[in-house]
Structure formats: C-alpha cells, structure tokens
Nanobody
C-alpha cells in the first residue's frame, strides 16, 4: 500500500505557473506508475498526465500538452506536475494517483491509490 499527499495548489492569474507535488509513503514510489487527474465543479474527473515507473515515458491530455510537465524523483519518493501558461479552464481540484500497472494509464478507475487533492484556481 502507498499513501499519497498533494501540495502546492493555490490561486493565481492566467498565464502564471504553479508546481504541484505528490509525496508518497508506505511503499517505494518506483513500484508505481503515477498519474495526475483533475476535477472541476460540475464536471467529471479527467486525466491530466501520467509517467512510467522509470520516468522515461509520459502521457498528457491534449488540453495541457505543451504547458504541463509531469516528473518524478524516485529517490525522494515524490512526483510533480509543473503547470505553465495556466488558463482559467485549468481551475480544478488536482489529484495524484498511483497504480501498480505496467503501462501508462489515462483511465481513472485503473488507479488504485489517490491523494486528497489540492485546489488550483486560475483567475482572469
């Protein structure tokens, strides 16, 4: 079992940048494929980004490609999401998630472990 805790959310203006972090405990992060998801009010939870155990492969939603970067530091048991050129449409609660699955997954129900979420609000 692995426990996940997100941090780094906040309020900022469109065009700004924010870095979210996900700290893991209980198990080595290297055992898990990591993903980030987000959920805006009144909308379904959607995939944002994912990264393989080694960190060599990543996947991004089209809406964030070129603006967001997912990374991981297995030695520190952390995963991160660097968000640049933020838009008001990016406003949501952001969740980190982990799965023991081998392949990158963009489907939320394939992830077994979730953090509590951190709020990101982008104003115009």
């Amino acid at each position: 079992q692995v426990q996940l805790v997100e941090s780094g959310g906040g309020l900022l203006q469109a065009g700004g940048s924010l870095r979210l972090s996900c700290a893991a405990s209980g198990r080595a992060l290297s055992s898990y494929t990591m993903g980030w998801f987000r959920q805006a009010p009144g909308k379904e939870r959607e995939f944002v980004a994912a990264i393989t155990r080694s960190g060599l492969s990543t996947s991004y939603a089209d809406s964030v490609k070129g603006r967001f970067t997912i990374s991981r530091d297995n030695a520190k048991n952390m995963a991160n999401l660097q968000m640049n050129s933020l838009k008001t449409e990016d406003t949501a609660v952001y969740y980190c998630a982990a799965t023991a699955g081998y392949r990158l997954s963009t489907t939320d129900f394939l992830y077994d472990y979730w953090g509590q979420g951190t709020q990101v609000t982008v104003s115009s």
